[in-house]
Nanobody
Framework: QLQLAESGGGLVQPGGSLRLSCEGR??????IGWFRQAPGKEREAISC????????NYVDSVKGRFTLSRDNARNTAYLQMDSLKPEDTAVYYC?????????????????????WGRGTQVTVSS
């Protein structure tokens, strides 16, 4: 059973940056996805990275602002978020599943992933 834990959320002003981390034992064999959910909205896919880290994908609304990377030696994935906007405010979740189930070349969905963290709150406000 892969257990994931997110960290790094908080309150930031518009235009600021945050780096979220997702850590999990047994991590290197899994693709990692990041999702977010704002109050009253459905969970939205943001980005995906495959197990080796050489394939990533981003939703259009975060392209050029967010960067997903991973350090398998540290069992950790990082979501660097720059130029943050108020509409980025949400609970951010990382999820994992094996590369055989998740193709980070294409759009991802919550149902693609069996393992989830509890989420970390990101609030962008002045």
């Amino acid at each position: 059973q892969l257990q994931l834990a997110e960290s790094g959320g908080g309150l930031v002003q518009p235009g600021g940056s945050l780096r979220l981390s997702c850590e999990g034992r047994g991590f290197p064999y899994f693709a990692i996805g990041w999702f977010r959910q704002a109050p009253g909205k459905e969970r939205e896919a943001i980005s995906c990275i495959n197990s080796s880290g050489d394939k990533t994908n981003y939703v259009d609304s975060v392209k050029g602002r967010f960067t997903l990377s991973r350090d398998n030696a540290r069992n950790t994935a990082y979501l660097q978020m720059d130029s943050l906007k108020p509409e980025d405010t949400a609970v951010y979740y990382c999820a994992a599943d094996r590369d055989e189930r998740v193709d980070c070349s294409f759009e991802i969905y919550p149902t693609d992933f069996d393992y989830w963290g509890r989420g970390t709150q990101v609030t962008v406000s002045s």
